[in-house]
């Protein structure tokens, strides 16, 4: 069985920060509503953590592969979602490697929606990394990439999470479409956190965020929503874009 030590000992930064969000049930759940109308058929979500979104797939009958590249991850999302009857399997992904389609030529094409939240940044090639994604899918089906927004928010929590970057809308669309993909959607997503990230990892520099303020925070999200909406998701602490594989 994983120990909880044992994770934080191979990525401490990264799991407390999940652990955090863990407690973030509201904002789980405005994530999921957010990119689950784009889901359809089988699911796999690339790094998945401690599993806070495979949940939430999970328990709205999503049948859904979940994996990482960490095996004690792995191992952890087993332990927790093994006897969903919705989970399809946990595997371990990494699409950085070199002989991505050798390594993973049973993986191919198999998938009508691929899931990266929060995963391509941690990528030096990230196009590479989109490319592979692609190939994970069937013809026609979609590709869900969120990741942080906006290069003079990079600060020291990006730097603590092992970030290259942030991106824009933009270039998160011309990566989609360099792997070879039609985006069909494209937003801004959480504009009312950025001065939170800002001030907190900018001019604080702190390693984490807060817990009591990301608490504080979760309790406000249905103001937030309205907020994301009243600002048309032209800006935003983070980006999304799905992306169509042609048939």
Known sequence: MTEPGHLHETDPTGLQTLERFAAATRFNRWLFDTISPYCKGHVLEVGSGIGNI????????????????????????????????????????????????????????????VVALNVIEHIEDDKKAVSNCMQLLKAGGHLIVLVPAFQFLYNSFDKELGHFKRYTGRSL??????????????????????????????????????????????????????????SFHSFGLSTIAVGRKPH
């Open 54 to 113: 495979s949940r939430l797939f999970l328990e709205n009958n999503i049948r859904l592969t979940t994996s990482d590249l960490r095996e004690e991850y792995c191992n952890y999302l087993l332990q927790q979602f093994g006897s969903n009857r919705n989970l399809a399997g946990v595997t371990s992904i990494d699409l950085a490697t070199p002989d991505f389609t050798q390594r993973y030529s049973h993986l191919l094409q198999q998938f009508d929606t």
């Open 173 to 230: 669309r011309a990566l989609e479409k360099g792997a070879g993909l039609e985006v069909i959607h494209q937003q801004y997503f959480n504009v009312a956190g950025m001065p939170g990230w800002f001030i907190n990892g900018s001019l604080l520099r702190r390693r984490l965020i807060p817990r009591k303020q990301l608490l504080f925070f979760d309790k406000l999200i249905p103001i937030l929503q309205v907020i994301d909406r009243i």
